[in-house]
């Protein structure tokens, strides 16, 4: 580990939202068209039959909750009545609630990727993470919203909006950016709505959330964490990961997620690398530990400068050695990753809505650009579908 170099590459979001947020009236119109969630008498979004509980993880009462997420929009469904489900002593998680993004399935409600296209995807199934966070002791209490289709719909797009849930808001500062794609994922865990998230991530979309709402949020290697029944982007890049308010956290929901899945081949030799990742993180030291620091990336935003200057100290306080190195985005491999996630998508997208056992209106990318163009005031009213479109003519297998 003393003569490793890790690279850090920090950047930071800070720009205000790219459109407008759904009024509350249009949020409540596109939730009552899922057919999954009521209102009460105070126009709060609540499944049936629920009242008054409180997350002993958090501190929260669900009436807050709902309450505060009228004005985050982080939540596509919150299930309080599972705190009242028994727990299962001695397991790794022992009752501590999660929310799981809405591109995850869950036996319960619908997996829609924000896309009113998927409202009636209700596949009576768990994916296989989901499986392992149950029998480990996690409580599953809701879907968290997301950028729609994980941010890979628009080029023009605004970090942490869907038709389904609205536009996320980060709850630091309402008017500043959730990043995306895993946008509810990390808001709702800066806000306290659960002890944890799982988010997806094919590239920065739980690291950029997990930083720009001041949580801890990894990408596990992929093939860590099963992807089957998850909304894909690419085979070659999706996986599943936490987000939490400390590493320690953090690392105790990936044991929980991780794991080998005989329908995931890349997850073959997951079973041997699992074990308990918090275990001795309260002995874990940055002594003698080599850090690569990139400069020049805070947009000329002073304060955040500051910020960063701040946190390297703190760093060498602890022991760490500062390394600067100099990088550049290399344009001729960003392009070429892009051709693989755009060929990918329109290989891997027709073959999950083809798989699904709910009575869908889409079974193709294809039926997807058809379906937002027929729906385009309530799909495209704030950004169009030119990634849609792209990964349409991504056929040249050579080029893959």
């Not at 580990?1 to 596109?30: G, H, P, Y």
């Not at 469904?77 to 009242?84: A, C, G, M, R, T």
């Not at 499986?131 to 729609?148: C, D, Q, T």
């Not at 094919?202 to 720009?212: H, K, L, N, R």
């Amino acid at each position: 580990m003393k003569n490793s170099l890790s690279v850090v590459l920090v950047t930071a979001s800070l720009s205000l939202s790219a459109c407008a947020a759904t009024s509350a009236n249009e949020r409540q119109i596109d939730r009552a068209e899922i057919g999954r969630v009521g209102d009460n008498a105070d126009g709060q979004v609540v499944l049936p039959g629920q009242h008054l509980v409180i997350d002993p993880w958090t501190g929260r009462s669900s009436r807050e909750v709902r309450r505060l997420d009228e004005t985050l929009n982080t939540l596509i469904v919150f299930d309080s009545s599972v705190l009242e489900a028994p727990h299962v002593p001695g397991t790794l998680l022992e009752g501590r609630t999660v929310l799981v993004k809405d591109n995850i399935e869950t036996t319960e409600w619908a997996t829609t990727a924000g896309s009113l296209a998927l409202t009636e995807n209700v596949t009576g199934r768990d994916a296989p993470l989901v499986v392992n966070l149950r029998e480990n002791g996690g409580l599953v209490l809701g879907k968290a919203n997301l950028s729609e289709w994980a941010n890979f719909r628009s080029t023009n797009s605004s970090s942490g909006w869907s038709a389904v849930g609205g536009q996320t808001r980060n709850p630091h500062a309402i008017n500043r950016s959730p990043c995306g794609s895993s946008s509810g994922s990390g808001a709702a865990v800066a806000a306290g709505f659960a002890w944890a998230a799982i988010g997806t991530e094919t590239d920065g979309s739980i690291t950029c959330p997990a930083s720009a709402n001041g949580v801890v949020g990894f990408k596990p290697t992929v093939g860590m964490v099963s992807r089957t029944h998850v909304i894909p982007i690419s085979a070659s890049q999706d996986t599943a990961g936490p987000l939490a308010r400390s590493v320690e956290d953090a690392a105790l929901l990936l044991s929980a997620i991780a794991g080998s899945d005989p329908l995931d081949p890349a997850t073959l030799v997951a079973d041997s690398h699992v074990t308990n990742f918090a275990d001795g993180i309260d002995r874990a030291s940055l002594d003698g530990v080599r850090i690569g620091v990139v400069r020049g990336r805070d947009g000329g935003f002073q304060p955040l400068g500051q910020l960063y200057e701040q946190a390297l100290s703190d760093l060498r306080r602890a022991g760490a050695e500062l390394v600067d190195i100099e990088y550049s985005p290399d344009e001729e491999l960003g392009q070429a990753e892009y051709t693989v996630l755009l060929y990918e998508f329109q290989r891997d997208i027709g073959r999950y809505l083809k798989s699904s056992p709910a009575d869908l209106p889409v079974r193709s990318l294809k039926d997807l650009i058809d379906f937002n163009a027929v729906h385009a005031l309530s799909e495209m009213r704030w950004f169009g579908q030119e990634i849609f479109e792209m990964a349409l003519e991504a056929t040249d297998e050579d080029a893959y």
